[in-house]
């Protein structure tokens, strides 16, 4: 089946530093990645939608400047958290579209941020 | 744009019993209708979905239904187990769209 595989799963860094976050389809082409972000005990969260080789569209109230995505290719994703705050800890999970499957999502393993 | 409303917040059966998860959804042109389970710090795992072509799909224990007409849908698990206990989140894909719009989620409990 369609696997997506997303790194790193943990990561810690200090206030004011970038981190990057990749995710890849690993057998399929993903026409489309999606960026969620997931507090304790809540909903996953649509950040922004991403199409191969165009700009993402982010979701009202989402900072394009803060968050940057990458779609660079059909089988690769990033989203880098710039200048990262304590408040930006959070559980960030990324979903591609199978492009030859209009009804298949494959979430990443999900990568668990933490500033400090 | 779509607005996905998920009952109850948490539900707690004794192992054996039958679970109802309960979602409604607000843009008449959804067409996709996917339930995920979602263990503690885990990926969400698609566990069944329905399109507004059927009624209603049933994979072993678990069963969905869904009323176009009144634009609900619900989650059935029959003879729940431990091991079902996890959190369990609707979405609502909308024709031409390629966005989930994602429930709020149930956390389910199964007692032994």
């Known amino acids: 089946g369609a696997v997506v595989s997303q790194h790193p799963s943990r990561v810690i860094c200090k206030s004011g530093t970038s981190v990057k976050i990749e995710c890849r389809s690993l057998?399929?082409?993903?026409?489309?990645m999606f960026w969620y972000r997931q507090f304790p005990k809540q909903s996953l969260m649509l950040m922004a939608t991403?199409?191969?080789?165009?700009?993402?569209?982010?979701e009202q109230g989402v900072e394009k400047d803060k968050f940057l995505i990458n779609h660079a290719s059909l089988t690769l994703s990033t989203l880098t958290v710039t200048s990262a705050h304590p408040e930006d800890s959070s559980f960030y999970i990324c979903?591609?579209?199978?492009?030859?499957?209009?009804?298949?999502?494959?979430f990443g393993s999900g990568t668990r941020l933490t500033v400090v | 744009g779509e607005n996905v409303e998920q009952h109850p917040s948490t539900l707690s059966v004794q192992e054996g019993d039958s679970a109802v998860i309960k979602c409604t959804y607000s843009?008449?042109?959804?067409?996709?209708f996917p339930w995920y389970k979602q263990e503690l710090g885990k990926r969400p795992q698609l566990i069944i979905d329905?399109?507004?072509?059927?009624g209603e799909k049933k994979d072993q224990r678990i069963a969905v239904t869904l009323n176009k007409t009144a634009k609900h849908f619900s989650l059935h698990i029959t003879e729940t187990q431990p091991e079902d206990s996890a959190v369990y989140f609707c979405?609502?894909?909308?024709?031409?769209?390629?966005?989930?719009?994602f429930g709020k989620g149930t956390m389910l409990l199964v007692s032994p």
């Open positions: 991403s199409n191969e080789g165009s700009k993402a569209t982010y």
């Open positions: 843009d008449s042109a959804s067409n996709y």
């Open positions: 057998d399929f082409q993903a026409t489309t």
């Open positions: 329905i399109r507004s072509n059927v």
């Open positions: 979903s591609a579209n199978d492009r030859g499957r209009d009804y298949g999502y494959t």
């Open positions: 979405a609502a894909k909308a024709l031409g769209y390629s966005t989930l719009t």
